[in-house]
């Protein structure tokens, strides 16, 4: 089947951001950089934040997920126990 003339060329602009077995988010390629969108709570606070290259996503990511599992040897901390 050949492909018609009509339809745009085929382009990668969404790129899946891993950390370690973890599906974080994606990154999406604007004209000035990639925006991140967070499929975790953990990077809820860079959601949206535009990043000049993947790199720089990727390291900004990686560093607040690293951050926010220091805090948590195995299950999470209920909050009415952290008081």
Do not use: C
């Amino acid at each position: 089947m050949s492909r018609s003339s009509s339809y745009p060329p085929l382009r990668s602009d969404v790129t899946l951001i891993e950390l370690g077995d973890d599906a974080v988010g994606l990154a999406v390629r604007e004209r000035s950089g990639y925006r991140f969108f967070a499929a975790v709570q953990t990077l809820s606070a860079i959601d949206s934040r535009l990043f000049a290259s993947l790199k720089a996503l990727r390291q900004a990511a990686a560093e607040r997920h690293d951050a926010s599992r220091r805090g948590r040897p195995g299950a999470p901390r209920s909050r009415a126990l952290a008081a």
